[in-house]
Antibody, heavy 116, light 108 residues
């Protein structure tokens, strides 16, 4: 079964770039869609976007101008960058994957706080 | 985007009881692409149902999903102690993918 683990700084300053990496084990990164989802405190889960094995990306329009998702097949990792963060970007960030757009396997999530 | 409204927000039940969770979509969900997830503290979300009514691999048959137009229901026929958790619906038929606000099933 595919396992995913998010990693990255837990604290980011306002206006800076949030960067997270998801490491995939027990599965090839070349065969699936790779997704980022977040949940701000007290709010619902929010789909950020995904990338497929060809490198084609899809983003939530609400975040599209600030988000980049990329994949490094040599390291079995995919990454998320969110530019110009504010307190509203404070959330638990999840990476997830599935054979299509449906996220089947999820990581445990990592809390990122935006604060000076 | 499709807005998913889950109800109730909290369901207080005893083990052995039946749980009925609702998810209403603001518009038609393409190809019944509606999933249900379970989330427990400290654990990764687990997919239970996809395609509105298909159980994911390894999910017990006490979990079932149904669809009626834009109304979707997750039923847990007899609650086991491990079923007390938060449940989310999600549509993956159109972009952006969206989630419901969640239903917490707690022990009465």
């Amino acid at each position: 079964q595919v396992q995913l683990q998010e990693s990255g700084p837990g604290l980011v300053k306002p206006s800076e770039t949030l960067s997270l990496t998801c490491t995939v084990s027990d599965g090839s990164i070349s065969n699936y869609y790779w997704t980022w989802i977040r949940q701000p405190p007290g709010e619902r889960l929010e789909w950020i976007g995904n990338i497929d094995y060809t490198g084609s990306t899809n983003y939530n329009p609400s975040l599209k101008s600030r988000v980049t998702i990329s994949v490094d097949t040599s390291k079995n990792q995919f990454s998320l960058k969110v530019d110009s963060v504010t307190a509203a970007d404070t959330a638990v960030y999840y990476c997830a994957t599935g054979a299509g757009w449906l996220p089947v396997y999820w990581g445990l999530g990592t809390l990122v706080t935006v604060s000076s | 985007e499709i807005v998913l409204t889950q109800s109730p927000g909290t369901l207080s039940l005893s083990p052995g009881e039946r749980a009925t969770l609702s998810c209403r979509a603001s518009q038609s969900v393409r190809s019944s692409y509606l999933a249900w997830y379970q989330r427990k503290p400290g654990q990764a979300p687990r997919i239970l149902i996809y395609g509105a009514s298909s159980r994911a691999t390894g999910i017990p048959d006490r979990f079932s999903g149904t669809e009626s137009g834009t109304d979707f229901t997750l039923t847990i026929s007899r609650l086991e102690p491990e079923d007390f958790a938060v449940y989310y619906c999600q549509q993956y038929g159109s972009s952006p993918l969206t989630f419901g606000g969640g239903t917490k099933v707690e022990i009465k």
